[in-house]
């Protein structure tokens, strides 16, 4: 097993430029997690997904943020614009079941410039 | 979720066992106590989770107070390979307080 996939494990951009993060999660797991880290804020639930449809976007930070699951094995996490604020460490997690373990990628680190 | 709370920092000796406490005095009868750990620049990984017994498994073991108040991560042997932040995590087992929520953590530093 690869485990959950994440790429790309780096990103810069500058600043008002989109970016998608994306994530392949581990095959078999219904559930699916986006997660922020930054220094100040710790890890932060941003949204996760259960066969694939949104259940909890409250940690969404704004409209800026968006997040899709077309099918069981992708999910992306886009910003537009982008704004130097969001930089920080993204962590995609998946789950068998919703009270099951979970599963993270190593994370794209995106720097905002 | 419960709130619980971890030391920040703890130093353990290499070849010792590393035990890790949690406070979580506020956890529900259907709430898990779970515990993670994050070594520098990679993702969260679980370790171990129970309710109310002890576990064990091949990387730790979980003591759960018998008032479920509080438990103690428990490392037999620890290496250097150890050193990270060990996050313990109060879960509920449906819905949305099954959202794994992240404090800040005890910071573990196993030394020579």
């Known amino acids: 097993d690869a485990g959950v996939i994440q790429s790309p494990r780096h990103e810069v951009t500058e600043m008002g430029q989109e970016v998608t993060l994306r994530c392949k999660p581990i095959s078999g797991h219904d559930y699916l997690f986006w997660y922020r880290q930054t220094m100040m804020r710790g890890l932060e639930l941003l949204i996760y997904f259960n066969n694939n449809v949104p259940i909890d976007d409250s940690g969404m930070p704004e409209d800026r943020f968006s997040a899709k699951m077309p099918n069981a094995s992708f999910s992306t996490l886009k910003i537009q614009p982008s704004e130097p604020r969001d930089s920080a460490v993204y962590f995609c997690a998946s789950s068998l079941q919703g009270n099951s373990p979970l599963h993270f990628g190593n994370g794209t680190r995106l720097t905002v410039t | 979720d419960a709130k619980t709370t971890q030391p920040p920092s703890m130093d353990c000796a290499e070849g010792r066992a590393a035990n890790l406490p949690c406070n979580h005095s506020?956890?529900?009868?259907?709430?898990?106590v779970y515990w993670y750990r994050q070594i520098h620049s990679q993702g969260p990984q679980y370790i171990i989770h129970?309710?109310?017994n002890n576990e064990t498994n091949e990387m730790a073991s979980l003591i759960i107070t018998e008032d479920r108040k509080s438990s103690t991560l428990i490392l037999p042997h620890a290496t250097l390979r150890d050193t990270a932040v060990y996050y313990c995590?109060?879960?509920?087992?449906?819905?949305?307080?099954?959202?794994?929520?992240f404090g800040t953590g005890t910071r573990l530093q196993v030394t020579l």
């Open positions: 129970g309710l109310k």
């Open positions: 506020t956890i529900s009868g259907n709430e898990y």
């Open positions: 995590i109060v879960r509920g087992d449906t819905g949305t307080a099954s959202k794994l929520t």
